[in-house]
Structure formats: structure tokens, C-alpha cells
């Protein structure tokens, strides 16, 4: 089973994820869609090349323990 991580951007918190900026492995391709917990972005895996959908949780939903069981058993 794949571990779920959760990247934050802490070290700076006011720069946004934008359009080919990357996160971690993946670049982000376009946003595709928003609600009131996350953002989801298309993104490319550039290591393996692929396709790939990232949702990303507002920070002020990271820190709360029960959200980020729901996170997890959604990844699941």
C-alpha cells in the first residue's frame, strides 16, 4: 500500500500553486475544479511520465486530526 504524504508549503505560505509550478515530483498542468475543502489540479508525474489529478486541502484543514483521517480513507 502506498503511504499517503501531505505537502505543505509552510516555508512559504503566501505563494500559491499556479499553473507549471511543481510539487514535489508533479507539475502542475491546469486547475481543474474548487470546492470549499480543496483545490484539484492536473497535474504530470515527472518521474513516471504520467497523468495524474492532485487535491489539494486548504491548509487550515491539514492540521485537524479527523480531516486528516477523512483524507486518508478517501485516498484508500
Known amino acids: 500500500m502506498t503511504a499517503l504524504r501531505i505537502f505543505t508549503n509552510h516555508s512559504n ?9 511543481r ?14 475543502f480543496s483545490i484539484v ?3 504530470t508525474d515527472t518521474i513516471e511520465g504520467r497523468s495524474v489529478a492532485l487535491k489539494v486541502p486548504d491548509d487550515r484543514y491539514v492540521s485537524n486530526e479527523q480531516t486528516m483521517e ?6 484508500r
Open 13 to 21: 505560505p503566501s505563494r500559491p500553486l499556479r499553473v507549471n509550478s
Open 70 to 75: 477523512d483524507i486518508q480513507r478517501e485516498v
Open 41 to 43: 489540479f492536473a497535474a
Open 23 to 36: 510539487l514535489d515530483k508533479y507539475r502542475i498542468t491546469r486547475r481543474l475544479g474548487e470546492g470549499g
